[in-house]
């Protein structure tokens, strides 16, 4: 290939479930020219199969192969191959934006600059869900808002460069700068390589573009990522002296103070950040070597995160936590007791500690150094010698009350109690992790049967997704489109599929199903999870965990597990695979067939009835005040959820409201002729009309 614009390089190391989602999202982008480099890095899980199978489909995937060499060897080693005007390194179990490529070229391009320095998507792994994280998008908070989406040099960024985040994902980088500074990522250290690589970046003063556009996203808080294993397997062979003294090599080279000073700070900001990621057991490892880091350097006085309140942030983040806590070590032993925000401490020996904290406003901080307590009182600094701190010193709200030399049967007392609180914690927790567990696995086995078997069935095909709102009395029917309609719609049409749930009304029409002959219709009974919630008549025979066995004799049905807001935690969010996890539903049946409608592969989707009214849902029927106004407060903002979740997991997925009411704006909207012919209001407003 020539004249490649774009080399993207990808370090991978056992990433198979995630590889796929990322290579996707890379070769569907409008930019062509461009290469994959992709560098396996000894994966043992399959990815290097993932990464062959790819590459046979589509030329620009380069495939390299080392042994554990580490992700700094893996980008450096993309870097000697790449051949692409402008380079970006991404991870493996992450994932671009839509047309990314493109844009990002067309402002490096347009802009004639070095780096394009972007803003990113937080995906939390636990929660599913898009969550705002300032540190990758940190720079929204330190530069002048003139710099927005413009061109800025050294000299306008150099004062607070180094507060921003050291990831290299988002940034976009001109190779022949990289080459021409040989910059390159250290193969030394196997933690924060990437900061220390883009303050080599920085330290160049490269042209930098600052946009606001987000065009990656990040995935965060897996349980398996590098951090998390080096936490758990390499923390105590992690070399932070070696780290320091590869960033203070490049300090002493700088001339200005004020550069020195920033990314000195920036290194204890990284410090920080990753003893929060350190797994329990090798905190107190990874605590002691930053002490003695901190003693390394306690002459440069000039430091912030020396001489700070920051300093006692990262003590706080060591000992702090919700309830009670006792840390024994060498020379510390605390006892922390948190009641209705008002905090007691006892104290002994401690190198700098946090003290006194009435509702949520720091009292009392305390540094110990060369035998002076410094002490702090409403951010007022005073000194007093405190001789005897081998003693237990006892504080409410930061003031002393009493000292005595052993409070061992103290710490008893309080251990006693807090161990039959636990006692009845732990036995209240373990029944509810059973019930989830059972629910899991039910779920599990009942949706392998029937789900998985639609995956992406439908990829060529459109459907229509259709509800019973007014809104419905106006669709022409299509035959060429799948119909997936919701509870009472198979009255009035043809359907390809039918979801059946709880609902209000539900025993009004039931019963028709028994009449209901048509072979071609698959349906599917929603079934309750053991603790969910239910506000409508439990005698409803509906309601029972199986479907009635004369159902299943008369019609093509599954059933399968539905969640709401109320029920277990696994069944409160949305998800991609339905043969393993329960349907959502915002208390609507036609967030089921919508889920469905994705899940097997639909490249278009209408919506048809499926929006709320506030004067009602059924029909344009007036129903139970309170009813309706829970069910609107629920169905739009679920929608509004449902959008945020197709960008995400579904972006070449187009979704169309037709003669949308309550969910106009959400998705793309489309009416017919007939509805703006009765609703003449429309005809002020600019929207579009279905031929």
């Given at each position: 290939m020539k004249n490649i614009k774009l080399s993207l390089i990808i370090p991978i190391y056992n990433a198979k479930k995630y590889l796929e989602r990322m290579l996707r999202s890379i070769v569907k982008q409008k930019l062509l020219d461009i290469e994959i480099i992709c560098v396996d890095d000894g994966s043992t899980d399959g990815s290097l199969d993932v990464l062959k199978k790819f590459s046979l489909l589509d030329s620009r995937i380069k495939v390299f192969v080392q042994h554990r060499k580490g992700v700094g060897s893996a980008r450096n080693?993309?870097?000697?191959?790449?051949?692409?005007?402008?380079?970006?390194?991404?991870?493996?179990?992450?994932?671009?934006?839509?047309?990314?490529?493109?844009?990002?070229?067309?402002?490096?391009?347009?802009?004639?600059?070095?780096?394009?320095?972007?803003?990113?998507?937080?995906?939390?792994?636990?929660?599913?869900?898009?969550?705002?994280?300032?540190?990758?998008?940190?720079?929204?908070?330190?530069?002048n808002k003139k710099y927005y989406n413009s061109l800025l040099d050294f000299e306008d960024y150099k004062e607070f460069i180094f507060r921003l985040s050291g990831a290299v994902w988002h940034k976009f980088i001109l190779r022949d700068f990289i080459v021409k500074n040989k910059i390159y990522f250290s193969e030394n250290i196997f933690l924060m390589e990437d900061r220390l690589y883009c303050f080599d970046l920085f330290l160049k003063k490269p042209k930098i573009f600052f946009t606001l556009e987000r065009f990656y996203t990040y995935r965060a808080n897996r349980k398996d990522n590098v951090i998390g294993r080096l936490a758990e397997d390499n923390i105590l062979r992690l070399n932070i002296f070696y780290y320091f003294q590869e960033v203070y090599n490049r300090i002493q080279k700088q001339s200005e103070s004020v550069e020195q000073r920033e990314l000195l700070n920036n290194l204890f900001e990284g410090l920080i950040l990753y003893y929060n990621q350190c797994h329990i057991n090798f905190k107190n490892a990874y605590y002691n070597k930053v002490l003695k880091l901190?003693?390394?350097?306690?002459?440069?006085?000039?430091?912030?995160?020396?001489?700070?309140?920051?300093?006692?942030?990262?003590?706080?983040?060591?000992f702090k936590k919700k309830n009670?806590?006792?840390?024994?070590?060498?020379?510390?032993?605390?006892?922390?007791?948190?009641?209705?925000?008002?905090?007691?401490?006892?104290?002994?020996?401690?190198?700098?500690?946090?003290?006194?904290?009435?509702?949520?406003?720091?009292?009392?901080?305390?540094?110990?150094?060369?035998?002076?307590?410094?002490?702090?009182?409403?951010?007022?600094?005073?000194?007093?010698?405190?001789?005897?701190?081998?003693?237990?010193?006892?504080?409410?709200?930061?003031?002393?009350?009493?000292?005595?030399?052993?409070?061992?049967?103290?710490?008893?007392?309080?251990?006693?109690?807090?161990?039959?609180?636990?006692?009845?914690?732990?036995?209240?927790?373990?029944?509810?992790?059973?019930?989830?567990?059972?629910?899991?696995?039910?779920?599990?086995?009942?949706?392998?049967?029937?789900?998985?078997?639609?995956?992406d069935q439908h990829i060529e095909e459109e459907a229509v997704v259709l509800g019973s709102g007014p809104s419905l009395n106006y669709y022409q029917y299509d035959k060429s489109k799948i119909h997936i309609g919701c509870n009472r719609v198979f009255k009035t049409m043809d359907l390809d599929y039918l979801f059946l749930a709880d609902a209000q009304g539900t025993k009004e029409y039931l019963y028709d199903l028994f009449n209901f002959k048509n072979e071609k219709t698959k349906i599917f009974f929603g079934r309750i999870l053991k603790d969910m919630e239910y506000n409508s008549d439990r005698n409803y025979w509906f309601h029972l965990h199986n479907?009635?066995?004369?159902?299943?004799?008369?019609?093509?049905?599954?059933?399968?597990?539905?969640?709401?807001?109320?029920?277990?935690?696994?069944?409160?969010?949305?998800?991609?695979?339905?043969?393993?996890?329960?349907?959502?539903?915002?208390?609507?049946?036609?967030?089921?067939?919508?889920?469905?409608?994705?899940?097997?592969?639909?490249?278009?989707?209408?919506?048809?009835?499926?929006?709320?009214?506030?004067?009602?849902?059924?029909?344009?029927?007036?129903?139970?005040?309170?009813?309706?106004?829970?069910?609107?407060?629920?169905?739009?903002?679920?929608?509004?959820?449902?959008?945020?979740?197709?960008?995400?997991?579904?972006?070449?997925?187009?979704?169309?409201?037709?003669?949308?009411?309550?969910l106009r704006g959400i998705f793309k909207d489309v009416y017919t002729r007939q509805y703006v012919y009765d609703h003449p209001d429309l005809l002020n407003q600019d929207i579009e009309i279905m031929d």
């Open positions: 080693l993309g870097l000697a191959k790449a051949q692409g005007k402008y380079i970006w390194f991404v991870d493996a179990d992450d994932w671009i934006s839509y047309n990314s490529c493109e844009e990002l070229y067309e402002i490096a391009e347009k802009n004639g600059v070095d780096i394009v320095y972007f803003c990113v998507d937080y995906f939390d792994s636990i929660k599913q869900v898009n969550v705002e994280n300032k540190w990758f998008n940190s720079f929204n908070d330190c530069i901190m003693k390394v350097i306690k002459q440069t006085q000039e430091l912030e995160y020396l001489h700070s309140i920051k300093s006692f942030e990262f003590c706080e983040n060591l009670i806590v006792k840390i024994v070590d060498k020379d510390i032993l605390l006892v922390y007791f948190n009641l209705f925000n008002i905090t007691f401490f006892r104290v002994k020996k401690t190198p700098f500690i946090f003290l006194g904290k009435f509702l949520g406003i720091p009292i009392f901080t305390f540094r110990n150094r060369d035998g002076v307590l410094k002490r702090n009182f409403l951010g007022i600094p005073f000194f007093k010698k405190v001789e005897k701190l081998d003693r237990i010193h006892s504080y409410i709200f930061g003031i002393k009350y009493k000292s005595v030399e052993n409070a061992d049967f103290k710490l008893r007392s309080l251990e006693q109690r807090l161990k039959q609180h636990n006692e009845n914690l732990f036995k209240g927790m373990e029944q509810r992790l059973k019930q989830h567990n059972e629910n899991l696995i039910a779920c599990v086995n009942l949706h392998q049967r029937v789900f998985l078997k639609y995956k479907i009635p066995e004369k159902f299943s004799q008369v019609h093509n049905s599954e059933s399968y597990y539905m969640g709401r807001e109320a029920s277990t935690p696994f069944a409160r969010e949305i998800y991609t695979d339905l043969s393993l996890f329960p349907l959502m539903d915002y208390r609507t049946v036609i967030h089921h067939a919508f889920q469905f409608a994705l899940f097997a592969g639909f490249k278009r989707i209408y919506i048809v009835g499926c929006d709320s009214q506030l004067n009602g849902y059924y029909d344009g029927v007036q129903q139970d005040l309170k009813w309706t106004n829970d069910a609107y407060s629920h169905i739009v903002p679920g929608w509004k959820k449902f959008k945020k979740f197709i960008d995400v997991y579904y972006p070449d997925t187009e979704v169309i409201s037709i003669n949308p009411v309550g």
